[in-house]
Nanobody, 123 residues
Framework: QVQLVESGGGSVQAGGSLRLSCRAS????????MGWFRQAPGKDREGVAG????????DYRASAQGRFTISRDNAKNTVYLQMNNLKPEDTAMYYC????????????????WGQGTQVTVSS
């Protein structure tokens, strides 16, 4: 049974930082591309960042570029999202997702999803 478990969310003031973690089990983690997505109330889910299975390629939405960093540790079956200089508009539930196919992941159609961790940024 595949499980993705996110952690690290919380409430911070604008300009603060958080580090999200997503630990995977039940799959061969090193075979999967991983991504972080978010959904704010009343809005569609959107991609935030993605990292290829080998870790050599990453991708970010424009608003995250320069502030967020995605990384992975295949030995720990974990993907991270370091978020710096957080803004109120970053407030959302953050989800990690996994898929063997990069395009599927980018489309938000990952095969596996976590339950999410809430990030709240106050001004």
């Amino acid at each position: 049974q595949v499980q993705l478990v996110e952690s690290g969310g919380g409430s911070v003031q604008a300009g603060g930082s958080l580090r999200l973690s997503c630990r995977a089990s039940g799959l061969t983690f090193a075979d999967y591309n991983m991504g972080w997505f978010r959904q704010a109330p009343g809005k569609d889910r959107e991609g935030v960042a993605g990292i290829h299975w080998h870790g050599g390629n990453t991708d970010y939405r424009a608003s995250a570029q320069g502030r967020f960093t995605i990384s992975r540790d295949n030995a720990k079956n974990t993907v991270y999202l370091q978020m710096n200089n957080l803004k109120p508009e970053d407030t959302a539930m953050y989800y990690c997702a996994a898929d063997r196919t990069w395009v599927q992941l980018q489309r938000g159609q990952g095969a596996y999803w976590g339950q999410g961790t809430q990030v709240t940024v106050s001004s």
